[in-house]
Nanobody
């Protein structure tokens, strides 16, 4: 599976952005999908995950209540709706498949796509 994230940009604190991640291939609907992010000088961190069918989601505490992950398997796309953005959300955002069982997510990310830059100004 090849992945391409898009939708990043510059936004003021309190604003919103919607990221998209388009996947190639016919097996997208089989995969758990994750969003991760990496800020300058920091390690990559988990943001959100969604089960293969979309019925279950999981979030990092830092984004819970502000971000929503969703997917459209007919369009081979996973989304990340980001509301009430904060300067500390500034990072490059990546989508990835996750090969772990749901109970272990985030566990084994693979098939990293190109990221998209999100910058939140104060």
């Amino acid at each position: 599976v090849q992945l391409q994230a898009s939708g990043g940009g510059l936004v003021q604190a309190g604003g919103s952005l919607r990221l998209s991640c388009a996947a190639s291939g016919r097996t997208f609907s089989r995969y758990i999908m994750d969003w991760f992010r990496q800020a300058p000088g920091k390690e990559r961190e988990f943001v959100a995950a969604i089960s293969s069918g979309g019925s279950s989601t999981r979030y990092a505490d830092s984004v819970k209540g502000r971000f929503t992950i969703s997917r459209d398997n007919d369009k081979n796309t996973v989304y990340l709706q980001m509301n009430s953005l904060k300067p500390e959300d500034t990072a490059v955002y990546y989508c990835t498949t996750d090969l772990s069982p749901w109970a272990a997510v985030p566990g084994t990310p693979s098939s990293w796509g190109q990221g998209t830059q999100v910058t939140v100004s104060s």
